[in-house]
């Protein structure tokens, strides 16, 4: 009788994000009997929230490699890889499957090395606008253009990245990128009720003020100086409306101090990580996401999920994640104007959401990508000749 497929998942550390969410339901649903599956991660960084709890809470067990957590260095990568190359020989996976950069990159390079059958990598977003300087841009993408060739498939969260990445970046042909949407579990944000004030009531935001709200990581990319500018202009028209920002960071400390400059301390409430944030967008009368670069948010699936309108910045794999607006208002990138105008346009005129919801549940749901990835690795495996469970 053929055995399980043995899946092993690779992503830099559990840091608070979709793509700690997408590894870790992948991890728990891929089990017996038709697969064994290891998640493989590396200590998360200092100011980053921790997601080792949810890991916890869904019955996963990663195995930990602390410097697979660190920022790209010649040296701790030959050692991470080696690391690696020793685990893949002595478990012996059929599909090697990596998440984000820094895992995609050494996770690939040690599957290759061991002879792994199948070796696949998720690009969640890419890293070549917005975070580093350009020498630095210019090595990761020779990179990827390299690590893509030792790959069977690279997974896209959406067609607009893989037209990045074939046509402005060219990582790859456009035949080898496989397009699969996130899956998320999003019973709970589909169960909450509008407005249900329990979020208001924890933090002291009045039941009757307009609450516009960003949540994730307080980083550079995230662009949270445009929200705060939006803010000032948003407050001409509506002069009750509070803000909250709903995570941490780096940057968190130079955030507060710009809300303290700009004079909006008594409108803006800093929560730190919340670790159930269907609340949250129950009681927003928005969610904005004022990023530089994106890949596909999480926080607007599980947003629209819960019905809360969402305003953000025409990037990365938003647009594509809005149906082109239709589902989100979508403004350009670093326009505090045009993110005010849409701020205020939702408060006053707030969109039927329900078409969204509808859309999100249907398409991100975490079955119906299991799905999808059964059948794209059983397809790879055979392609090479491996018989697998069926």
């Known amino acids: ?8 998942r690779i992503i830099a550390r559990l840091n608070i994000g979709g793509p ?8 728990e649903k891929l089990s017996a ?18 997601m080792q709890y949810f890991a916890e809470m869904r019955g996963v067990k990663p195995l930990i490699i602390p410097e697979l957590g660190r920022s790209l ?10 690391q690696l190359y020793r685990l893949m020989r002595d478990l012996k996976p059929d599909v090697v499957h990596t998440h984000t950069a820094k895992a995609g990159f050494v996770g690939r390079v040690a599957a290759w090395l061991a002879g792994v059958p199948v070796i696949v990598h998720t690009f969640h977003g890419h890293v070549f606008k917005g975070y580093f300087s350009p020498l630095t841009t210019r090595v990761f993408i020779m990179l990827e253009r390299l690590t893509a060739r030792m790959s069977d ?11 990045e990445l074939t046509d402005e970046y060219r990582i790859t042909r456009k035949g080898r990128i496989t397009v699969l949407p996130l899956g998320l579990d999003l019973e709970a944000f589909a169960r909450v009720p509008r407005k249900s004030g329990d979020f208001r009531r924890a933090f002291n935001i009045p ?5 516009v709200g960003i949540v994730g990581r307080i980083v550079p990319i995230k662009n949270h100086q445009l929200l705060l500018q939006a803010a000032l202009k948003v407050k001409e028209t509506i002069p009750n409306t509070c803000f909250v920002i709903v995570g941490d960071g780096e940057l968190r400390g130079e955030i507060e101090a710009e809300v303290e400059r700009l004079g909006l301390r008594g409108c803006v409430t800093f929560t730190g990580w919340v670790r159930d944030v269907a609340p949250v967008y129950s009681d927003l009368d928005a969610l904005v996401i004022s990023s530089r670069n994106e890949g596909t948010p999480v926080s ?27 589902l989100g ?42 799905k999808d990835l059964d059948g794209l690795y059983r397809g790879l495996l055979a392609k090479k000749g491996r018989t697998v469970k069926s």
């Open 1 to 8: 009788m053929s055995q399980p497929i043995r899946i092993m």
């Open 153 to 163: 498939t690279v997974i896209t969260l959406t067609e607009g990245l893989r037209r």
């Open 73 to 82: 260095n010649p040296v701790y990568d030959l050692h991470t890889i080696y």
């Open 300 to 326: 607007v699936i599980e947003a629209l999920s819960a019905r809360c309108p969402v305003v953000t910045t025409a990037v990365g794999g938003l647009p594509d994640l809005l149906d082109r607006g239709a």
């Open 33 to 50: 009997p038709d697969y064994e599956s290891i998640l493989v991660c590396g200590n998360i960084e200092a100011n980053e929230g921790d």
């Open 329 to 370: 208002m979508l403004v350009p990138s670093d326009d505090a104007d045009a993110l005010a105008d849409a701020i205020t346009k939702t408060i006053t005129d707030p969109p039927d959401t329900r078409r969204a919801q509808s859309l999100m549940l249907d398409r991100y749901s975490i079955d119906r990508l299991v």
């Open 20 to 27: 700690s969410i997408h590894v870790t339901l992948l991890t």
């Open 207 to 211: 039941a009757d003020v307009p609450l």
